[in-house]
């Protein structure tokens, strides 16, 4: 599977940014994670992609949304109130185990990454 994400930038407090990852490939679900400098990589969102089940870190619930477009292969992560807490390189990842809610937590069930964009939060 390769994986493009593409979407990041820097915002002020508040605002809002919506990242996206071209998938190609085999998958049965997409994640996106993120890692700030020094920090471990922590889970964010991810998807189903046969049924749009979704599931979301509690640090981004009610924040982050997770979407897809399957006709463009898409996923998306439509962060809104942005937070400096949020600032971090984030990535999309898949995989093609058995999907679950708290499937997050295994970043080792995912195994194409993309190559990550920035997002900055000022």
């Known amino acids: 599977v390769q994986l493009v994400e593409s979407g990041g930038g820097s915002v002020q407090a508040g605002g809002s940014l919506r990242l996206s990852c071209v998938a190609s490939g085999p998958r049965k679900y997409i994640g996106w994670f993120r890692q700030a400098p020094g920090e471990e990589r922590e889970g964010v969102a991810s998807?189903?992609?046969?049924?749009?089940?979704?599931d979301y870190a509690d640090s981004v619930k009610g924040r982050f949304t997770i979407s897809q477009e399957a006709a463009k292969s898409t996923v998306y992560l439509q962060m809104n109130s942005l937070k400096p807490e949020d600032t971090a390189m984030y990535f999309c990842?898949?995989?093609?185990?058995?999907?679950?809610?708290?499937?997050?937590?295994?970043?080792?069930?995912?195994?194409?990454w993309g190559q990550g964009t920035q997002v900055t939060v000022s």
């Open positions: 990842a898949a995989g093609n185990s058995r999907w679950y809610r708290g499937l997050l937590r295994r970043s080792d069930a995912f195994n194409s």
């Open positions: 998807i189903y992609i046969v049924l749009g089940d979704t």
